[in-house]
């Protein structure tokens, strides 16, 4: 699919940096509820869905593809001894988008895109699922913690006013059982935003030792049989 349709001068500076680094793009049609990125080799693959602003959406997936290629590694794999492997895996690919998006932000509106067109059309939908988790949720650290991502996300149609409010809520579950852990998280998130490093790994770290400590748990950038050479280890050093 010809992707020419959405690129404007906002976006033609990222096109041009992705190509002059020998990537190629390939759109297709996301069978997913959302628009979709992935980056094989020096392939990178959108997937694309209706929008009311395409050329937005598109740069959020460029935006992926730029920051990675500048040196943001994707978490791929992962172990620990927090979490059931399932588990694990979510909690992993929500701090990675979440670490990928509270950088690529700053550059969305540096390219001069509003604020609330940095995620698809429906991102307002999460706030009727907020309410939804508040009053009947199972709120264990992990559901609280994947709840937290939504309310962290930079920019968005959602006003910040109801973000915080929202946090605050999130906050107060449990008589207060995971306020502290969430107020690191907001601190791990504005350090992040601030660095101009995009190596994640002490970032990652702090993030799930205020989970739980001691852990044995491990990321890995490649495929599980690269343990434990191409990745880190969070806390404690182990061996399979
Ligand atoms: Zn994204």
Same mark, same amino acid.
């Given at each position: 699919?010809?992707?020419?349709?959405?690129?404007?001068?906002?976006?033609?500076?990222?096109?041009?940096?992705?190509?002059?680094?020998?990537?190629?793009?390939?759109?297709?049609?996301?069978?997913?509820?959302?628009?979709?990125?992935?980056?094989?080799?020096?392939?990178?693959?959108?997937?694309?869905?209706?929008?009311?602003?395409?050329?937005?959406?598109?740069?959020?997936?460029?935006?992926?593809?730029?920051?990675?290629?500048?040196?943001?590694?994707?978490?791929?794999?992962?172990?620990?001894?927090?979490?059931?492997?399932?588990?694990?895996?979510?909690?992993?690919?929500?701090?990675?988008?979440?670490?990928? &998006?509270?950088?690529?932000?700053?550059?969305?509106?540096?390219?001069?895109?509003?604020?609330?067109?940095?995620? &698809?059309?429906?991102?307002?939908?999460?706030?009727?699922?907020?309410?939804?988790?508040?009053?009947?949720? &199972? &709120?264990?650290?992990?559901?609280?913690?994947?709840?937290?991502?939504?309310?962290?996300?930079?920019?968005?149609?959602?006003?910040?006013?109801?973000?915080?409010?929202?946090?605050?809520?999130?906050?107060?579950?449990?008589?207060?059982? =995971?306020?502290?852990?969430?107020?690191?998280?907001?601190?791990?998130?504005?350090?992040?935003?601030?660095?101009?490093?995009?190596?994640?790994?002490?970032?990652?770290?702090?993030? =799930?030792?205020?989970?739980?400590?001691?852990?044995?748990?491990?990321?890995?950038?490649?495929?599980?049989?690269?343990?434990?050479?191409?990745?880190?280890?969070?806390?404690?050093?182990?061996?399979?």
């Amino acid at each position: 699919m010809n992707y020419n349709r959405y690129i404007d001068n906002r976006n033609k500076p990222l096109i041009d940096y992705i190509i002059k680094n020998k990537f190629c793009i390939k759109v297709i049609h996301s069978h997913k509820g959302t628009w979709t990125f992935h980056l094989k080799g020096s392939l990178i693959v959108i997937g694309v869905k209706q929008s009311k602003y395409p050329i937005s959406c598109f740069t959020h997936e460029l935006l992926h593809a730029e920051i990675q290629i500048r040196g943001y590694k994707k978490l791929k794999y992962g172990k620990s001894s927090l979490f059931p492997n399932a588990d694990l895996v979510t909690i992993m690919d929500a701090l990675d988008q979440e670490l990928q &998006h509270h950088k690529m932000f700053q550059r969305f509106i540096e390219l001069g895109f509003p604020s609330n067109e940095f995620y &698809h059309d429906n991102d307002i939908e999460v706030l009727s699922k907020l309410d939804k988790f508040l009053k009947n949720g &199972h &709120h264990d650290l992990l559901s609280v913690l994947l709840r937290y991502f939504t309310v962290i996300a930079p920019g968005g149609a959602i006003e910040s006013e109801r973000l915080d409010f929202y946090k605050e809520q999130l906050k107060t579950i449990n008589n207060n059982a =995971f306020r502290e852990r969430l107020n690191v998280i907001d601190e791990i998130f504005i350090q992040w935003t601030k660095s101009e490093s995009l190596d994640a790994e002490s970032y990652i770290k702090n993030y =799930f030792n205020n989970i739980g400590r001691p852990s044995k748990t491990w990321f890995g950038y490649g495929t599980p049989n690269e343990f434990p050479n191409n990745g880190f280890f969070v806390d404690e050093v182990f061996s399979l």
